[in-house]
């Protein structure tokens, strides 16, 4: 069996900017959006192939990032 990162996922501050960038900016698709009631998530990655970025956003948040940096960090076994 093969393992392998499905997926990452960090916290930003302003969610709308960071999918613009890595859509418009890097040419990645939007794979999907989930809406919780304290969180707002972006995956951002290629549909066919390879890894995918969460990004994610507490509601409400207008200051700095709290917690900061990756969140969580799924992985693949095949």
């Known amino acids: 069996m093969a393992t392998s990162i499905g997926s990452i996922a960090i916290w930003v501050s302003d969610l709308e900017r960071s999918t613009a960038f890595y859509r418009d900016g890097l040419g990645l698709d939007v794979i999907t959006t989930i809406e919780t009631e304290e969180i707002r998530e972006v995956i951002v990655g290629r549909r ?27 992985l693949s076994r095949r």
Do not use: F, N
Not at 49 to 73: C, D, F, N
């Open 48 to 74: 066919d192939t390879g890894s995918q970025l969460m990004l994610a956003h507490r509601k409400g948040e207008t200051t700095g990032v709290e917690p900061s940096g990756i969140w969580k960090v799924y």
